[in-house]
């Protein structure tokens, strides 16, 4: 009984881990030149030039873009790196 | 500064004459003493060390924590490549050379994205029309910031031609 209840926790956990991802989000900033920030994009995220040069342009035009989602380990990584490259990013939780 | 492909592969070839030189290694050089010597509470630091999360103090500072010391070892590794390939002393025909292969570029990429950061957070890019600034340093940092701005971009026109 004991270890079915467990179970059924550890499902559950498991459950609104994945329910409730984070994301990484690249803020507009008017230092970093527009070709630099979508070169960064492809060559990091390994994204096509189409999606680079969108996502670059909705960080330019919006003021922000979410440029990844996923567990908040990996979009801390991804923050990382894009402070690395001098772009501001942040990491935040999807709201439910 | 001519900034052209390099005819063996990939990668990027500048030319810079010999005062060009001198200005990006000094330039260079003080990039990497923000990073070594810079206080937590300098601005132009708090650009190139953002917070990770907007809303959690916490958080923030746990990430910080974590990844702070390889972001600025990353950042003056870049600074110091910068600054050793243009500290020339024996100058040929008034021009330096320098061949970087697309690592090294990105390299120079990184160091001119930091380095017009910490230049905009000193001269106040974002709050245009201060009276009470120093014109003439400030003359010499926009200087600088534009000149930064126009070799990054030439470099992504040689490492990233686009058709249009």
């Known amino acids: ?96 | 500064m001519i900034v052209a492909g390099r005819s063996g592969g990939e990668g990027v070839r500048l030319v810079l004459e010999s005062e060009e030189a001198m200005l990006l290694s000094e330039l260079a050089d003080q990039v990497d003493s923000v990073l070594l010597l810079g206080e937590d509470d300098d601005p132009a630091l708090g650009r190139l060390l953002p917070s990770a999360y907007i809303d959690d103090a916490s958080a923030s500072r746990e990430f910080a924590r974590y990844t702070r010391d390889s972001l600025v070892d990353g950042k003056r590794q870049a600074a110091q490549q910068v600054r050793d390939a243009t500290a020339v002393e024996a100058v040929e025909d008034g021009v330096v050379q320098i061949e970087l292969d697309q690592s090294e570029a990105w390299s120079w990429l990184t160091f001119l994205t930091d380095l017009r950061l910490i230049l905009a957070e000193r001269v106040g890019v974002i709050e245009e029309g201060d009276d009470t600034a120093d014109e003439t340093r400030d003359d010499y940092l926009r200087a600088a910031y534009e000149w930064a701005g126009f070799v990054q971009g030439s470099m992504l026109e040689v490492l990233d031609p686009t058709d249009s």
């Open chain 1, 1 to 96: 009984m004991t270890s079915t209840l467990e179970q059924h926790a550890t499902n559950l956990r498991q459950e609104s881990a994945a329910e409730v991802p984070w994301r990484t989000v690249v803020w507009d900033d008017p230092v970093n030149l527009m070709t630099y920030v979508s070169f960064v994009f492809r060559r990091y995220f390994g994204y096509s030039r189409e999606k680079a040069e969108r996502l670059m342009l909705q960080v330019h035009t919006e003021g922000r873009a979410v440029v990844a989602t996923g567990n908040r380990e990996a979009m801390e990584r991804h923050v990382q790196a894009m402070h690395g490259y001098g772009l501001q990013a942040t990491v935040s939780k999807v709201e439910p």
